[in-house]
């Protein structure tokens, strides 16, 4: 294997986003309400950050239409999402109101709940940090569940599955 360093700059960021997709993860779909509905988010930038207390992290781009929505709402929802769920991670990434063909309720925070995710975490907006070209969102989870399946996952610009 033949390897080549190379300086960070604005000239390779291209380059730069193709050496982090060499990091396969999780691929989630963050929910919240606003005045307007609910709306969703995908976002592959999910990690634990505490056990105690029970801190997740996530980031949205500085350039989202919603990033202020999503960095003011007190509260928040992360849907892990199953390796049959690349339709929905990508109607969610297209638009932001992409509830009308899925199944979800609101829980007792108003939260948009999707329906067969294989972990979702409900939190309260705990703090945001700057991120550079994204603003970091820490939450506090309130409460969570966790069920049977494989999750979807996202390495080198494509879904994939886990295989054994």
């Known amino acids: 294997m033949h390897e080549t360093m190379i300086q960070t700059s604005v000239d390779n960021q291209k380059e730069f986003r193709t050496a ?3 990091f396969a993860t999780g691929v ?6 606003d005045n307007h509905g609910p709306v969703g988010i995908t976002v592959n930038s999910f990690a634990s950050v505490s056990l105690d207390p029970a801190l997740i992290l996530w980031s949205v781009t500085n350039k989202s239409s919603n990033k202020d929505l ?15 769920q690349a339709d929905l991670a990508l109607k969610f990434a297209k ?5 009308a063909e899925g199944e979800w309720h609101f829980d007792s925070n108003h939260i948009p709940i999707l329906h067969k995710a294989i972990a979702r975490f409900e ?24 069920n049977q399946g494989k999750p979807l996952i996202f390495t080198g610009g494509q879904f994939g599955k886990f295989s054994h």
């Open 28 to 33: 989630t779909v963050i929910t919240a309400n």
């Open 95 to 99: 638009d932001p109101s992409a509830f």
């Open 70 to 84: 999503f960095c003011n709402a007190p509260f928040f929802a992360v849907h892990v999402l199953a390796e049959d």
């Open 123 to 146: 939190c309260i907006k705990h703090t945001t940090f700057d991120g550079g070209d994204h603003t970091i969102i820490i939450g506090k989870v309130e409460q969570f569940t966790h």
């Open 20 to 22: 982090l997709g060499q």
